[in-house]
């Protein structure tokens, strides 16, 4: 399950994409439009700027702004950053493995053997989620 952090991360990286041609969006803005408290959401936003997924512009047409294009911001990147392991069983994790306590043997286990399939799949469809798709799949979902 996602943590409130990055659910909240997500949602203001999707109104950021919304914005992006448009210049830097305060942080009021984005904590009033995404529902997100406002000292929560300065600890998320700053997170992601000193990942380089943000940039940010002080002065009163300051704000946040994607560093990238919403269509090289995909979900797999932000989940890893906001919660760590995408991975089910850490045993599975790429980047946060370690051995389960009960396996007696990770290449014979047929629970790691299936898990391992779901990780390579769950990140399959995140890494192919960008911010652009899914504000694509947004408008399809409204109608427009």
Do not use: W
Request: net charge positive.
């Amino acid at each position: 399950m996602l943590s409130k952090k990055c659910k909240y991360a997500i949602h203001a990286l999707v109104y950021l994409a919304e914005k992006y041609h448009e210049g830097p969006v305060h942080i009021q803005e984005i904590a009033e439009k995404k529902h997100i408290p406002k000292k929560f959401l300065e600890a998320i936003l700053l997170e992601l700027r000193n990942a380089k997924v943000l940039g940010s512009k002080k002065g009163k047409k300051g704000g946040y702004y994607l560093y990238q294009k919403p269509a090289d911001v995909n979900l797999m990147q932000i989940i890893r950053l906001m919660d760590g392991a995408i991975a089910l069983l850490p045993c599975v994790s790429l980047n946060y493995y370690e051995p389960c306590e009960e396996c007696r043997n990770e290449k014979t286990c047929g629970i790691r053997d299936a898990f391992g399939k779901v990780r390579d799949e769950t990140l399959r469809l995140l890494g192919g989620s960008t911010l652009d798709k899914i504000l694509k799949r947004e408008k399809i979902l409204e109608g427009n």
